[in-house]
């Protein structure tokens, strides 16, 4: 594939995986995917699974990132991670404003846009995640929601700072469903955020960002969705699970 921005390929466990699961799956993937260079390729396990998918994946080409952190270094903030604790065991991405948390837990653009200078203070390249619901979409919002979640989500971030930033384009009801967005409405959405970016930022920051795409991303139409010019790699969620689908998204996306 021809491009001059390096795919990226995360895949978010999300809460699944004990420390004795999500060993079995990096010591297969690590075998899986032995020798692939096209390709940046993170995992992001839970919290809890962080210190031994780290070792196990150290002298590896995976590199590791965290599902969601906070936007404090320190305090009284009972039940929540600070960056630096991240940084321990060597995570260098961070999944932020994933469209589970902002339904589930109300995290809004502004709370992301505060965790991603937060990551970047932390030398963390944040993942932000946006993305229309089903409603809006149907509605002829798309651009509208994408416009304020973009615009609100990298709030006051610097031109070097958005460079290292990854953007993660999901629609949300093609999350989990099944559903993906056809190669057409995704590579519009991205090419729409590109835009974004220029104007918030400038042409050259606008195309050094890598955007994924992310919801029922699989093997079967992983090629298809990556040789759109705008899509820059997937976040996988639940075909990231299993060692073979994992590996074959990121085989069939070369
Ligand atoms: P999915 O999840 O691949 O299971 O649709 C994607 C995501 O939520 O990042």
Avoid at 139 to 144: F, H
């Amino acid at each position: 594939m021809n491009k001059d921005r390096k795919l990226i390929i995360a895949g978010n466990w999300k809460m699944n995986k004990t420390v004795a699961e999500a060993l079995d799956l990096s010591r297969a993937l690590k075998l899986e995917l032995a020798g692939v260079k096209e390709v940046d390729m993170v995992v992001c396990p839970p919290f809890t699974a962080l210190a031994d998918v780290s070792k196990a994946i150290l002298d590896s080409n995976i590199r590791l990132g965290a599902q969601n952190m906070s936007e404090h270094i320190m305090g009284a903030f009972t039940g929540e991670i600070a960056a630096g604790m991240l940084k321990e065991f060597s995570v260098r991405y961070v999944i932020l404003g994933h469209s589970e948390r902002r339904q589930y837990q109300k995290e809004s653009d502004a709370l992301v846009a505060t965790k991603a200078l937060a990551a970047h203070g932390a030398s963390l390249k944040p993942i932000v995640c946006v993305g229309e619901m089903l409603a809006e979409r149907e509605s002829g919002q798309t651009e509208k929601v994408l416009e304020r979640q973009v615009t609100g989500s990298l709030a006051g971030l610097s031109k070097e700072q958005m460079g290292e930033t990854i953007i993660a384009y999901e629609p949300v009801w093609a999350i989990g469903t099944g559903k993906t967005a056809t190669t057409a409405q995704a590579q519009d959405a991205h090419a729409f955020i590109r835009g974004l970016l220029s104007r918030m930022f400038d042409d050259t920051v606008a195309r050094r960002v890598r955007i994924q795409y992310g919801g029922s991303v699989k093997p079967s139409n992983a090629r298809e969705l990556m040789s759109q010019p705008d899509v820059d790699g997937a976040l996988v969620g639940g075909a990231s699970l299993e060692p073979r689908s994992f590996g074959d998204i990121i085989k069939n996306s070369i």
